[in-house]
Each structure stands twice: as C-alpha cells, then as structure tokens.
C-alpha cells in the first residue's frame, strides 16, 4: 500500500520544539521532491517547507524561517521537519506530500502524488 504517514504532533507550551516526521511505504523517497504544508482553522493550505531529492533545494514560508528545518534521510525513507520557537500561530495540522521530480522544491499544495492523513500541533500555555 502506497501511503505517507506523518507523526509527532502534539501539544506544546509557546517556544517548545517538536519535530515531525513523514515516512513513505509502498516507495522510494530518493525520487521524490517532499513539502510540508499545515492548514489551520478556517484559512487554506499553506506551504511550509520544502526539500528537493538531491537536498540542493529548500525553502521556507518566510513565517518559519530561522524556526524551522527540514531534512530527509533516504535510507529510512523519512522526511523531518524540527520546529523550534513555536507560537501559537503555528496550531495547524500538518501535512506532507510527495511528488516524483528532480531539481524541484514543491511548495505549493497542489498537483501531488501523494498526501499523509496530517498531525496536529497545537500550541498553547
């Protein structure tokens, strides 16, 4: 079964870390551009971040720039996203998504191959 699966949401206090992590069955990360997205409340699907297959492209929205990373690890066909400093308006669930393209940076939420069923965090004292 083809699926990306995303864990480690959670509820954290303003200025926590969590990381999250989305890990592909059923194929292969190497030949995937991965994104990140999050959609809180009533507001649309935003892009996050985003990392190309060679890890030569990545992007973030400017709202997480200097708070959040991106990573991925090929071997255990995993993407990452370490989220320091978090605010209250980071509460959204969080999504990635997969497309198969080379030299890519995929930051806006449509077109892709594949989506995780999303993890929530919430931030909040």
């Known amino acids: 079964q083809v699926q990306l699966v995303e864990s480690g949401g959670d509820l954290v206090q303003p200025g926590g870390s969590l990381r999250l992590s989305c890990v592909a069955s059923g194929f292969t990360l190497d030949y995937y551009a991965i994104g990140w997205f999050r959609q809180a409340p009533g507001k649309e699907r935003e892009g996050v971040s985003c990392i190309s297959t060679r890890e030569d492209i990545i992007y973030y929205a400017d709202s997480v720039k200097g708070r959040f990373t991106i990573s991925r690890d090929n071997v255990k066909n995993t993407v990452y996203l370490q989220m320091n400093s978090l605010k209250p308006d980071d509460t959204a669930v969080y999504y990635c998504?997969?497309?198969?393209?080379?030299?890519?940076?995929?930051?806006?939420?449509?077109?892709?191959?594949?989506w995780g069923q999303g993890t929530q965090v919430t931030v909040s004292s």
């Open positions: 998504a997969a497309l198969e393209v080379h030299d890519v940076c995929v930051f806006a939420p449509l077109g892709l191959d594949y």
